[in-house]
């Protein structure tokens, strides 16, 4: 058996810490990684490829070609980062390695596939249907109501979702590329993410968190928060759904990222509605806030299933409470920060313990997701409660300034000033 392993890594910052996951001295562990995140390839790694993007598949093929001659076929293809399960997947395929296939990979990516997965599960949602073109749209909405939710049958990060309110708006769906698109009734209840690891036969650890915002209103400039959930009789309503969730679209063990409706039912009881799942560790500052607050690494577990290896993680006996915010910049990238200002806060548990912010100087890069944004911060604390004022007063009070980058250093740029709306 060989002993090479290819990672597809994306990510500039620590949100996976690979030299715990794998032993660089035992394996020969190579990485197809970009320009941006080659300087956190762990030091032990065999070797480095660089290529535009790892979700562009030519590319990562060509580089994991060269490297199979160097290192011989690759055991194992790990890719932490949703942008990259399907190529990781294709890759598998050509490779004729162990590990997910596109096939098994539909239920997570696709959609489409994944509604029909929990539909039939009995798992409450709001109605869908695929989407080709504006005339299903329309029929939908004519069946279902206005407004709808239209949105790649593969996207993330909210990439391409497009409320439309009336007939009128229809033409809204020509101002991107075409590719494959599903059609939803559209909810106004908050919506929730849940992120946390199915054993195979049970919830391991998981923590519920209600977003500050929506990632819909951060594409469109806006400040996106989260704060984990500590109420007891939400949380047990929330336990249920995740686990007959995770046990419809993934029998065996998976890290999963879960987004859900929830609202108050006639009866005053919490109400819980399907949106999305994610086959991996949650975005942002997720991976973050689980290893610092909670001492657990999700994107580690991640890791023990794309190696065929058990995850196991710890469940605490006591939670605290974490959360997050992020600032987008205030014009598009790339773009050059020119100022900022954040005020202490009167004690350390009114602000965020961890603070990522450009220098001034530096260019924040169009690349997209999560990682490259204006600012981010993480919180921990006692309560929900206290969590969310920290994040309210920090929102409320950073100012961001960046100019676009092809404008010389110096120029005054636009301010982004953090509010969120509640």
């Avoid at 058996?1 to 996976?16: F, K, N, T």
């Avoid at 490297?67 to 055991?75: D, K, N, S, W």
């Avoid at 029929?139 to 279902?144: K, L, P, V």
């Avoid at 997050?324 to 202490?344: F, G, K, M, N, Q």
Wanted: hydrophobic letters at 40%; charged letters at 25%; a negative charge.
């Amino acid at each position: 058996m060989s002993d090479h392993i290819v990672v597809l890594h994306r990510w500039r910052d620590r949100h996976a810490h690979y030299e715990n996951y794998l032993d660089h001295r035992a394996h020969r562990v190579t990485y197809v990684t970009t320009e941006l995140a080659l300087d956190s390839v762990p030091g032990g790694a065999a070797a480095a490829r660089t290529v535009p993007a790892t979700d562009d598949l030519d590319a990562v093929w060509r580089a994991v070609t060269e490297l199979r001659t160097h290192f011989g076929v690759p055991e194992r293809v790990v890719a932490l980062n949703e942008g990259d399960l399907d190529t990781a997947a294709l890759v598998r395929e050509r490779l004729g390695c162990a590990g997910q296939t596109s096939g098994a990979l539909a239920r997570f990516r696709d959609k489409l596939t994944m509604n029909r997965v929990t539909d039939g599960a009995g798992i409450p949602a709001p109605a869908f249907a695929d989407a080709p073109d504006e005339a299903a749209v329309l029929a939908f909405a004519e069946h279902h109501g206005w407004p709808v939710v239209v949105k790649p049958r593969r996207g993330t990060a909210s990439r391409g979702v497009v409320r439309l309110d009336s007939e009128a708006d229809l033409p809204l769906l020509r101002t991107s590329p075409p590719e494959p698109r599903l059609v939803q009734e559209f909810c106004a209840d908050p919506i929730f993410h849940i992120d946390g690891l199915w054993t195979g036969e049970e919830l391991g650890p998981w923590r519920a968190s209600r977003y500050v915002n929506t990632c819909v209103d951060f594409t469109q400039g806006e400040a996106l928060g989260s704060v984990e959930v500590d109420d007891p009789e939400l949380l047990g309503p929330l336990g249920t759904f995740t686990a007959r969730v995770a046990a419809a679209l993934g029998p065996e063990p998976w890290v999963f990222h879960l987004e859900a409706f929830v609202g108050t039912s006639a009866d005053g009881s919490p109400s819980v509605r399907f949106l999305e799942a994610g086959y991996r560790v949650g975005g942002a500052e997720i991976p973050f806030v689980w290893r610092e607050v909670h001492g657990i690494d999700l994107a580690g577990a991640a890791a023990d299933v794309q190696l065929g290896r058990r995850p196991e993680l710890p469940v605490p006996e006591e939670w605290r409470t974490g959360g997050w915010l992020l600032v987008p910049s205030p014009v598009p990238a790339p773009c050059r920060v020119t100022a900022w200002d954040l005020p202490e806060p009167p004690t350390p548990d009114e602000g965020p313990y961890t603070a990522v912010i450009p220098a001034v100087g530096q260019v924040v890069p169009r690349v997209g997701g999560y990682e490259h944004v204006g600012a981010r911060f993480r919180f921990r604390g006692t309560s929900s409660g206290d969590v969310e004022k920290a994040i309210l007063r920090t929102a409320a009070q950073f100012r961001l300034e960046c100019a676009p980058e092809r404008e010389a250093r110096g120029v005054r740029g636009a301010r982004a000033v953090c509010g969120l709306d509640r």
